[in-house]
């Protein structure tokens, strides 16, 4: 191990001591970071990992001459580097710039944009900018530089910084990349790098490249999903329909005949593959199909743009559907097929589904280029599940886990009496998880966050908990926003509610963002997992299984990157919602016999604490 004094990464810290266990993570981030090298690093939450992580990929940095590129993968998740950073420079006195990215047409000056998709927002604020239409855009970064970084670096908060640049007229997006030109690191969310087409825009705005860089991807656990939810695409017979409406008033006559001829045709293929359909999804095996559809439309590249024009000079600030069937059809020729599966859905509107399935063969190139990489989280997956989903190099890549503090913070339950696999699924067994959930709001204080693979499922608990006169409870739907729930249980309190019943589901908002901290403690204290979060087995989860026995000749391990991975993170995450800090404890409850029948649940709930109680519904007797 390298000795403190010679690395002497303590002169970098802008407190006046290391939290537990940080300075060893910074010495070996400091230590391993390397050309081709990929650090997975996992610190449970509270740990502090955001500064060490920095002030080692900084030293690091500069020693080297490489920039650091830090991604997040939502806007409030920039505010921890925004903090540190700024410490860094105020307390420490460290020359160091830095610029934060936030999505683009979220802090555009023209709020209407905000519903268009953001490849087609791209196209918009190019034309106001080329066209001088948008006032806010700098000419010369020269003129505005000064302003901008008197106004970003003597702000206390990102959302602060940019309202201030906002309101001198500015830009934020520009005035960042103004700033940029001399900033070591950046900040940036995820799209910035991981979306081919907006990747080489950026890189190219802010003159780095990955090859120059240290790149750090935070909260990386739900990478794969991410990725996967990004490479893929959904065209509903509806969208073909209004893109051919639109083709019929912006392209001339001859070329939009033939533009509604081809959508047509599209049509009509996805509804004659829905109509055969048993079941809520049909894999499609014969792709090649497909790519000759988007062969064809391909030959419409320069109309397409020029319809555009049009649909713009309109006035039009709704999103384009010409534009955005032409560019999910373009996609498919990029990938051909490879990585993905197609299918038809007819959830909820008929619809061809594009997906990924297998986001290495889109980014494996994409994590090869950097110097060096760091992925990290709270709750990071297998190194396996890693290397196989993001094409990582096994040779290069490093790992360092900061052991949790579930087992000393937790006491654990699990029930061996409920599971809701599937062929036991029964209106009996729904009964039963209310039960446990009514009888632990019982004994419980503060609030009681239930977890639950499915809305359906959810729908269901709440009808059951209502009817057993539970008052104080509260439901994550689709469309729920996590400030709407914290008002919500706020106003709760405040009438005097002693103990609050969130159901929410598994990998959702809730799970991944909640936080209701009172006096810096969690009031989350109690977490019950209902059943195993693992994906509804589908013909789509089959096609992925497939896809993964390929790759890994190991049915086992193709089984575990499918169902067990996901789970594991979901149930790992909906954990941590109540250890947000060292004066947390928490009450965990794992509804389902699985938890310790199944060999890797067993692991799991082993390693999370080994001495954990096995209960039934019979055992809350005695406290009703
Ligand atoms: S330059 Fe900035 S303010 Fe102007 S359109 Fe583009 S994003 Fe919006």
Not at 149 to 154: Q, V
Not at 458 to 468: D, G, Y
């Amino acid at each position: 191990m390298t000795a403190r004094r010679e690395v002497d990464l303590d002169k970098l810290l802008p407190y006046p001591r290391w939290r537990k266990g940080q300075y060893e993570l910074a010495e070996f981030i400091y230590s391993n970071l390397g050309e081709g090298r990929t650090l997975l690093i996992e610190a449970p939450t509270g740990f502090g990992k955001t500064i060490p992580t920095l002030i080692a990929a900084f030293k690091k940095g500069v020693e080297e001459e490489k920039d650091i590129i830090y991604l997040v993968r939502t806007k409030n998740e920039a505010q921890a580097p925004f903090t540190e950073l700024t410490n860094l420079r105020a307390k420490v006195g460290v020359d160091i710039w830095f610029s934060v990215f936030q999505n683009k047409r979220d802090v555009c000056a023209f709020k209407e944009f905000r519903i268009l998709d953001y490849e087609e927002f791209l196209l918009r604020c190019k034309m106001f900018r080329d066209r001088g239409i948008c006032r806010f855009f700098p000419e010369d970064c020269e003129k505005i530089y000064s302003k901008v970084a008197e106004l970003f670096f003597n702000s206390r908060s990102l959302e602060e910084a940019y309202d201030k640049i906002l309101s001198n007229g500015i830009c934020p997006y520009e005035a960042m990349r103004c700033l940029s030109r001399d900033s070591n690191v950046i900040i940036g969310t995820y799209p910035y790098i991981f979306k081919e087409d907006i990747r080489k825009v950026f890189l190219h705005s802010i003159n780095k490249r990955l090859e120059d860089s240290i790149l750090i991807v935070d909260e990386a656990h739900n990478l794969p999903e991410y990725l996967m939810n990004t490479f893929s695409f959904r065209l509903s017979v509806f969208d073909l329909k209004m893109a051919s409406r639109e083709a019929s008033k912006f392209m001339s006559r001859e070329i939009s005949r033939e533009f509604i001829s081809l959508m047509n045709l599209l049509e009509k293929w996805i509804k004659s593959l829905a109509s055969t359909m048993n079941n809520e999804i049909k894999i499609v095996r014969n792709f090649g199909e497909l790519i000759v559809f988007a062969d064809d439309i391909s030959r419409f590249r320069s109309e397409v743009n020029a319809a555009y024009l049009r649909y713009i000079a309109r006035r039009n600030t709704g999103r384009s559907y010409l534009l955005y069937v032409y560019r999910c059809l373009s996609n498919v020729l990029k990938t051909r097929m490879q990585g993905y599966i197609l299918y038809v859905s007819k959830t909820p509107v008929t619809a061809l589904v594009y997906q990924c399935i297998n986001p290495s063969v889109r980014v494996g190139k994409i994590f090869s280029k950097p110097w060096s990489v760091i992925l990290m989280s709270g709750t990071l997956p297998l190194r396996e599940y890693l290397e196989l989903m993001l094409g990582l190099r096994r040779e290069s890549t490093v790992e360092y886990r900061v052991e949790g503090r579930v087992k000393e913070a937790t006491e654990i339950f699990v029930a061996k009496d409920v599971t809701t696999k599937f062929e036991e699924r029964s209106e009996h067994m729904f009964e039963k998880y209310a039960d446990y959930i009514y009888n632990i709001s019982r004994l419980a204080r503060n609030i009681v966050l239930v977890v639950a693979p499915s809305y359906n499922l959810l729908r269901k608990l709440l009808k059951l908990l209502l009817l057993r006169g539970l008052k104080t409870v509260i439901i994550e739907r689709e469309n729920t926003r996590i400030e709407g729930i914290v008002r919500k249980i706020k106003g709760l309190r405040r009438r005097g509610a002693e103990t609050i019943v969130l159901l929410a589901v598994a990998g959702g908002k809730l799970t991944e963002g909640i936080e209701i901290v009172e006096d810096s403690k969690s009031l989350i204290n109690t977490v019950v997992i209902v059943g195993v979060p693992y994906p509804e087995p589908s013909p789509l989860t089959e096609e992925m299984i497939k896809e993964m026995n390929k790759l890994t000749r190991d049915p086992r391990k193709a089984w575990e990157s499918v169902f067990e991975a996901p789970a594991t993170i979901k149930i790992l995450q909906a954990i941590g919602r109540s250890l947000r800090s060292k004066r947390d404890k928490a009450t965990i409850f794992l509804l389902d016999r699985r938890f310790i029948e199944r060999d890797t649940l067993k692991n799991l709930v082993e390693q999370m604490n080994e001495d954990y109680n096995i209960i039934t519904l019979e055992d809350f007797k005695g406290y009703q």
